[in-house]
């Protein structure tokens, strides 16, 4: 990983991100690997593999955590489906991880890819 200059340029393309990342998630449930992995890509110039690593430690800490206090309130968190699926995407996402790093950086760019364009044709074109 290089190291990077982090002059107020750079600092503002990464508030820039965070923000619109930040947002989305709060509305519509997306951030990370959608918005925050292209970004960091195309914007800061960082490997694919790289950029997930980045994007996956932003979402370590609790960033979402006041957006999920709002939806709760709401009554739209159900807890015990959060729950299972937070333990096994603690499994998944080490299984995931593992398996990214030992494909290289052109193959998980191409999955990458190609899994934001299927799910956008079946949110398009789905019911």
Same mark, same amino acid.
């Given at each position: 990983?290089?190291?990077?200059?982090?002059?107020?340029? +750079?600092?503002?393309? *990464?508030?820039? $991100?965070? *923000? @619109?990342?930040?947002?989305?998630?709060?509305?519509?449930? %997306?951030?990370?690997?959608?918005? $925050? !992995?292209?970004?960091? $890509?195309?914007?800061?110039?960082?490997? #694919?593999?790289? /950029? #997930? =690593? +980045?994007? *996956?430690? !932003?979402?370590?800490?609790? !960033?979402? %955590?006041? /957006?999920?206090?709002?939806?709760?309130? /709401?009554?739209? !968190?159900? &807890? #015990?489906?959060? *729950?299972?699926?937070?333990? +096994? @995407?603690? %499994?998944?996402?080490?299984?995931?991880?593992?398996?990214? &790093? =030992?494909?290289? #950086?052109?193959? %998980?760019?191409?999955? @990458? =890819?190609?899994?934001? $364009?299927?799910?956008? @044709?079946?949110?398009?074109?789905?019911?």
């Amino acid at each position: 990983m290089k190291k990077r200059n982090f002059n107020m340029t +750079t600092i503002l393309i *990464l508030l820039c $991100i965070g *923000l @619109f990342a930040g947002i989305l998630s709060g509305m519509i449930g %997306v951030g990370g690997g959608i918005i $925050i !992995v292209p970004a960091l $890509i195309y914007f800061m110039s960082m490997s #694919q593999l790289e /950029a #997930q =690593g +980045t994007s *996956l430690s !932003v979402l370590l800490l609790p !960033v979402g %955590v006041l /957006a999920v206090y709002n939806y709760y309130k /709401a009554g739209y !968190v159900d &807890i #015990q489906s959060t *729950l299972i699926i937070a333990c +096994t @995407f603690l %499994v998944g996402g080490f299984i995931g991880s593992k398996i990214s &790093i =030992g494909l290289g #950086q052109d193959t %998980v760019k191409k999955i @990458f =890819g190609f899994v934001l $364009i299927a799910v956008a @044709f079946k949110m398009i074109l789905g019911k």
